[in-house]
């Protein structure tokens, strides 16, 4: 029982942070594409960078709470 509470409190330590970087990364870089798929229209891209990151961020956090 203390190895698996250990070993699903490494994996939470872990895996939050990561998540969290990679959601930071993706909504930083993924601007400028957006920016270019919407022809410019910048109000357009952040509103869906934002939904984006969101999206990521209820997937990953569900995933890793299972």
Excluded: Q
Excluded at 9 to 25: D, H, I, K, Q
């Amino acid at each position: 029982m203390n190895a698996t509470v250990t070993t699903y409190g490494l994996y939470l330590a872990l895996s939050l942070p990561l998540t969290v970087w990679v959601a930071r990364t993706l909504h930083k870089n993924g601007r400028i594409f957006l920016v270019d798929c919407f022809h410019g229209n910048e109000p357009l891209a952040d509103s869906v960078n934002h939904l984006l990151v969101v999206g990521f961020y209820l997937i990953n956090f569900g995933f890793v709470s299972m």
